[in-house]
């Protein structure tokens, strides 16, 4: 296995994903930026967003999602480049800091919302949020964890969501209906090493988790998850995304720079 650093020199790097249009875009967070990475032709600036960009998605219609934790909203931008203000307040009180974001493929948006650090002293909401939004822009709340999602992602056939649980150090899953409603919580894989942080699934269905190193496990219908193998990228990882155009690259966004491996 051959882990290739295509891009060094990052403040905090996190939220990858692959756009159709042949990127890789990135947040680096500490520096409000969404950042570009054509592969074989070096990255560059997306865009300037003092909002605090983490988490990113794209919907069927090549439309941005943008997890802003600094606001303590969820933008989505327009093919013209409008930004719209998708979620920011949940009954009234603001959300703590959007942090990872997933959309599945009817519109459904899922989106974590934990507080981390100087994060605590502002919260207005008594629980760290589990949250989708429907196709007609409805906020509802898919669960009110006592400790802190981080890293969110569906299943292939988009019926079952993963969310990684930071504090407990496990990933949850959520049997989605065609309406999108989330049922039937439970953990699915335990004792992860290290902090679960992002989250992405395979064609196959299999998980990888970024954590101490990036965890890779099966998820039998039937019994407990089996560790298949792991990433060692050598620095921390944060998130991970799929790209390149037969989407068969890992990417992988660690604390300084983003690596892939074929």
């Not at 249009?21 to 930026?33: A, I, K």
């Not at 269905?205 to 219908?221: D, E, F, Q, T």
Request: glycine share 10%.
């Amino acid at each position: 296995m051959e882990i290739q650093r295509v891009v060094k020199g990052l403040h905090y790097a996190d939220g990858p994903v692959w756009s159709y249009e042949g990127f890789l875009l990135f947040s680096d967070t500490v520096v409000d930026q969404l950042r570009k990475l054509i592969p074989g032709a070096g990255d560059s600036v997306f865009a300037e967003r003092a909002g605090g960009a983490m988490g990113n998605a794209y919907d069927a219609e090549g439309r941005l999602y943008t997890c802003e934790f600094r606001q303590r909203r969820v933008t989505r931008t327009l093919k013209n480049g409008k930004v719209e203000v998708l979620a920011a307040r949940f009954e009234g009180k603001r959300l703590n800091a959007p942090n990872d974001i997933v959309v599945r493929r009817d519109g459904h948006v899922y989106f974590t919302d934990p507080a981390f650090g100087a994060q605590e002293d502002t919260r207005e909401l008594d629980f760290y949020g589990v949250f989708h939004v429907t196709p007609k822009g409805e906020l509802d709340v898919v669960a009110k964890w006592k400790t802190r999602p981080n890293g969110i992602a569906l299943s292939p056939n988009g019926k079952t969501l993963y969310v990684s649980d930071s504090d407990a150090h496990n990933v949850r899953a959520y049997d989605l209906d065609g309406k999108g409603a989330a049922t039937k919580e439970r953990v699915v894989i335990e004792k992860i090493q290290g902090v679960p942080d992002g989250l992405r699934t395979d064609q196959n269905g299999n998980l990888y988790v970024a954590a101490k190193s990036v965890y890779v496990y099966a998820l039998p219908n039937n019994g407990p998850a089996k560790l298949l193998g792991e990433v060692p990228v050598g620095e921390t990882p944060s998130n991970l995304a799929f790209g390149d155009p037969d989407m068969e690259t890992l990417y992988i966004t660690a604390r300084t720079a983003v690596y892939r491996v074929r």
